[in-house]
């Protein structure tokens, strides 16, 4: 039985390094996710601000294609201005832009759940040695480990904060802009909408 104990010991202690290494990197991960977050919350008003001027003054394909349009409208500007109103490249195009949106939520539910998770194992790990150390009589390691086991803790839970927080706004805005875009589309093609403004 303490030959099974000392394996187990021995197995947990070697996923400390490993666990360590992946929290610093969802925290550095997490960290590039908030600078791109604040950079679409700075395109996401821009086309806000541009959209209640196409609702007020009924812009065509090629009002639209003029405007000064960030992120995801931007790219679908691009291919109107390329490949014009009724090309499937205009279609596939937001089908790329749903794709991409849904596989960076996805990443960012990962990351909200795996960030606490990693500092829950972070944190169980040194409170072995740091039992030990109590055990003994020493304080000093006891406190080390207390130390580490909670700086991870509470690391792991800003991560996972921060990721779902990110998460759910990212899919606000951006199933805002889907609507609003196939609607701009849809809306253009009823209209029998050319690409040079023309009907």
């Excluded at 006891?142 to 990212?170: E, P, W």
Aim: glycine share 12%.
């Amino acid at each position: 039985m303490e030959a099974l104990s000392g394996i187990l010991y021995s197995l947990s202690n070697a996923f400390l390094m490993p666990t360590l290494v992946a929290i610093l990197a969802l925290l550095a991960g997490t960290t590039f996710q908030v600078g791109q977050f604040l950079s679409e919350a700075l395109d996401h008003r821009t086309n806000r601000a541009l959209l209640a001027a196409c609702r007020t003054e009924g812009a065509s394909v090629e009002g639209f294609s003029g405007q000064g349009w960030r992120g995801r409208f931007a790219s679908v500007r691009d291919v109107l201005s390329e490949e014009g109103l009724y090309s499937v490249q205009v279609d596939k195009r937001v089908t790329d832009i749903e794709t991409s949106l849904r596989a960076r939520i996805e990443r960012l539910s990962i990351v909200s759940r795996a960030g606490p998770m990693l500092g829950l194992v972070g944190t169980l790990i040194p409170l072995q040695p740091a039992l030990a150390g109590l055990a003994e009589g020493n304080m000093q390691q006891m406190a080390s480990n207390l130390l580490l086991g909670f700086t991870t803790t509470v690391i792991g839970l800003i991560i996972g904060g921060t990721a779902f927080g990110l998460a759910t706004i990212t899919r606000i805005w951006g199933r805002a802009d889907l609507i609003e875009i196939r609607f701009l589309i849809e809306n253009w093609r009823e209209n029998g909408e050319r690409p040079n403004g023309t009907q």
